[in-house]
């Protein structure tokens, strides 16, 4: 298994533009959630996903959309990237069916938006 | 909304000293509770987790506990070492997981 991936690894964006960044999982698992993380301020949770076509708001949604149209995948798009969307992006997954439900993390995005 | 705080943000020990970290949250309404390690630059690892229905988990040096009922974890470490040395997280929720903002642990040779 690979786990949970993440690409790219860095991103440098100019204000205004788009862009999406990937992740996939292979363990089968219903649940991914997408965080930021900025110096200070922890890991935040962005959207999250309960299953293949189903997605929801968490902390933080605002400026970015999610969709889920496979178990397997859940991009994370910028539409219109901002400077206060410099942050390292982790995309997690878990499955509740499973009794420990314990989160797996991916290698996460490095985004700079100057 | 479920509220994790960690505390002390950072703690900086010598070498062989046994050490406790802490993670309290606001609703005792969890599935688990998880407990992750992250260096500098890096993703993050995870150490250990303890079902709602456990009181600890332990794994090497490492002892994390449970107590629901006060809305609090500690993660103990014996005999740290420099290696050690990273930013500790706990993870906690049920439908949706949240984090603290970590103690940045210092281990110094």
């Known amino acids: 298994n690979a786990g949970v991936t993440q690409t790219p690894k860095f991103q440098v964006l100019k204000t205004g533009q788009s862009m999406t960044l990937q992740c996939a999982q292979d363990?089968?698992?219903?649940?991914m959630s997408w965080y930021r993380q900025d110096p200070g301020m922890g890991l935040r949770l962005i959207h999250y996903s309960v299953g293949a076509g189903i997605t929801d708001q968490g902390e933080v949604p605002n400026g970015y959309n999610v969709s889920r149209s496979t178990t397997e995948d859940f991009p994370l798009r910028l539409l219109s990237a901002a400077p206060s969307q410099t942050s390292v992006y982790f995309c997690a997954s878990r499955d509740p069916r499973q009794t420990s439900n314990e989160q797996f993390f991916g290698p996460g995005t490095r985004l700079t938006v100057l | 909304k479920q509220e994790v705080t960690q505390i002390p943000a950072a703690l900086s020990v010598p070498e062989g000293e046994n050490l406790v970290l802490n993670c309290s949250f606001t609703d005792s309404a969890i599935y688990n509770l998880q407990w992750f390690r992250q260096d500098p630059g890096k993703g993050l690892t995870s150490l250990l987790l303890i079902q709602s229905s456990q009181r600890e988990q332990t794994s090497g040096r490492l002892n994390a506990s449970l107590d629901k009922s006060s809305g609090r974890s500690t993660l103990y470490i014996a005999a740290s070492q420099p290696g050690d040395s990273a930013t500790y997280l706990c993870?906690?929720?049920?439908?949706?997981?949240?984090f603290g903002t970590g103690t940045r642990l210092t281990v110094i040779p």
């Open positions: 993870q906690t929720g049920a439908n949706n997981l949240f």
């Open positions: 363990m089968n698992h219903e649940y």
